[in-house]
């Protein structure tokens, strides 16, 4: 069983006007559980694209009001944030590659109607990452995480900075070499993201990965990552990006034979599998055919399975047990194990375990 919220998604795609009959409890049930899956604002803007809004009762309606007009003024903020950030960087000599939602936003993909933001992803050649420090930090930013393990495995084993706040707009910018930790058992080369990266249309300064390695990142992001308190956001970002380049030339066949090529054949297997299973997105069969090429072990994949219907699933919907928060235990030991080697891993989660206050290292 999906979680309601995916539920809803999906049922919006294929039969949105049965939406209008949900009464008055069940659109506070559903208010509530896109809230707290970061989803309001989408669907928001999906029953606005599909011309449903104005049609929704007078209180829910507020509601989706509200979180459009949050979401319109997010993407704004990061329209300007990244033009400071480019404006920064001007003398580093390098083009900013956009990640993730502001990706989205600076390349105006439908995916990005109704995201909302925390930070600012960019990625960088590993060999500027000084030059972009000290730029970014003479233009107001500041290093987060002082602790000085924080500092080091960020530093010595990560895939980015550790986070970097502005000092005034309190805004956040993520600085990747990678897309995945310099420990991690698959290591996918930046140079061929930022070789194959695209120019945003009317901005020369800013790129953004291309569409296939756009998904790849998406896929790899939700089911190499430890943290699952955007899971559903980040399977609807996937769903959006797959439904959006689906229908270009070529993009199904060149889908697999990059995610084969930069070492993601199992995120992306995941990545189609969960997209489907929760937003019945439309993958080709031959498509899901080839990508099986990445799948693990039949045992492993029924563990996947049950793993990840429990864990992203909101804490309502986990009915008072105890599975929901094994299972995202589980995923996050998993995460960590994909990560670092084992004796890395049993320090690291060593000096977590022991810590007073957690961090979001």
Same mark, same amino acid.
């Given at each position: 069983?999906?979680?309601?919220?995916?539920?809803?998604?999906?049922?919006?795609?294929?039969?949105?006007?049965?939406?209008?009959?949900?009464?008055?409890?069940?659109?506070?049930?559903?208010? +509530?559980?896109?809230?707290?899956?970061?989803?309001?604002?989408? =669907?928001?803007?999906?029953?606005?694209?599909?011309?449903?809004?104005?049609?929704?009762?007078?209180?829910?309606?507020?509601?989706?009001?509200?979180?459009? #007009?949050?979401?319109?003024?997010?993407?704004?903020?990061?329209?300007?944030?990244?033009?400071?950030? $480019?404006?920064?960087?001007?003398?580093?000599?390098?083009?900013?590659?956009?990640?993730?939602?502001?990706?989205?936003? =600076?390349?105006?993909?439908?995916?990005?109607?109704?995201?909302?933001?925390?930070?600012?992803? #960019?990625?960088?050649?590993?060999?500027?990452?000084? /030059?972009?420090?000290?730029?970014?930090?003479?233009?107001?930013?500041?290093?987060?995480?002082?602790?000085?393990?924080? &500092? %080091?495995?960020?530093?010595?084993?990560?895939?980015?900075?550790?986070?970097?706040?502005?000092?005034?707009?309190?805004?956040?910018?993520? *600085?990747?070499?990678? #897309?995945?930790?310099?420990?991690?058992?698959?290591?996918?080369?930046? /140079?061929?993201?930022?070789?194959?990266?695209?120019?945003?249309?009317?901005?020369?300064?800013?790129?953004?990965? $291309?569409?296939?390695?756009?998904?790849?990142?998406?896929?790899?992001?939700?089911? &190499?990552?430890?943290?699952?308190?955007?899971?559903?956001?980040?399977?609807?970002? !996937?769903?959006? !990006?797959?439904? +959006?380049?689906?229908?270009?030339?070529?993009?199904?066949?060149?889908?697999?034979?990059?995610?084969?090529?930069?070492?993601?054949?199992?995120?992306?297997?995941?990545?189609?599998?969960?997209?489907?299973?929760?937003?019945?997105?439309?993958?080709?069969?031959? *498509?899901? %055919?080839?990508?099986?090429?990445?799948?693990?072990?039949?045992?492993?994949?029924?563990?996947?399975?049950?793993?990840?219907?429990?864990?992203?699933?909101?804490?309502?919907?986990?009915?008072?047990?105890?599975?929901?928060?094994?299972?995202?235990?589980?995923?996050?030991?998993?995460? +960590?194990?994909?990560?670092?080697?084992?004796?890395?891993?049993?320090?690291?989660?060593?000096?977590?375990?022991?810590?007073?206050?957690?961090?979001?290292?």
């Amino acid at each position: 069983m999906r979680p309601h919220i995916a539920d809803l998604m999906a049922t919006l795609r294929s039969t949105p006007q049965s939406l209008l009959a949900f009464t008055p409890a069940r659109w506070e049930a559903t208010i +509530h559980a896109a809230r707290r899956a970061n989803l309001l604002s989408r =669907l928001a803007a999906d029953l606005d694209d599909a011309g449903l809004l104005a049609q929704v009762p007078g209180a829910p309606r507020a509601h989706l009001d509200a979180a459009l #007009i949050v979401a319109r003024a997010q993407r704004e903020a990061v329209l300007r944030e990244v033009a400071l950030i $480019c404006a920064a960087l001007a003398g580093v000599g390098i083009d900013v590659v956009l990640l993730k939602g502001a990706a989205y936003v =600076l390349a105006d993909l439908p995916v990005a109607r109704g995201r909302v933001f925390s930070d600012v992803d #960019i990625l960088v050649p590993g060999e500027t990452l000084a /030059a972009v420090e000290a730029a970014l930090m003479l233009h107001g930013w500041s290093t987060t995480h002082h602790d000085a393990y924080d &500092q %080091r495995y960020y530093r010595q084993w990560m895939h980015e900075l550790p986070p970097l706040r502005h000092n005034v707009r309190s805004t956040v910018v993520d *600085v990747h070499h990678a #897309i995945l930790p310099l420990t991690a058992r698959v290591k996918p080369p930046s /140079a061929k993201l930022l070789a194959a990266a695209r120019p945003v249309e009317g901005d020369a300064r800013v790129r953004v990965l $291309c569409p296939v390695d756009m998904v790849l990142h998406s896929a790899t992001h939700l089911f &190499q990552n430890e943290e699952l308190t955007q899971g559903l956001r980040d399977i609807a970002d !996937l769903d959006g !990006l797959l439904r +959006h380049f689906g229908p270009q030339a070529g993009f199904w066949d060149e889908l697999p034979r990059r995610a084969a090529e930069l070492g993601l054949a199992r995120p992306l297997y995941y990545g189609l599998r969960f997209a489907s299973r929760f937003m019945d997105t439309p993958v080709p069969a031959d *498509v899901l %055919r080839v990508a099986a090429s990445g799948r693990p072990p039949r045992l492993v994949r029924a563990l996947m399975d049950v793993l990840y219907d429990r864990a992203l699933r909101l804490d309502e919907e986990a009915a008072a047990g105890w599975l929901s928060p094994l299972a995202r235990r589980m995923l996050y030991v998993r995460a +960590h194990w994909l990560r670092m080697p084992p004796t890395l891993l049993a320090r690291h989660l060593s000096v977590k375990a022991f810590r007073r206050q957690p961090d979001p290292a």
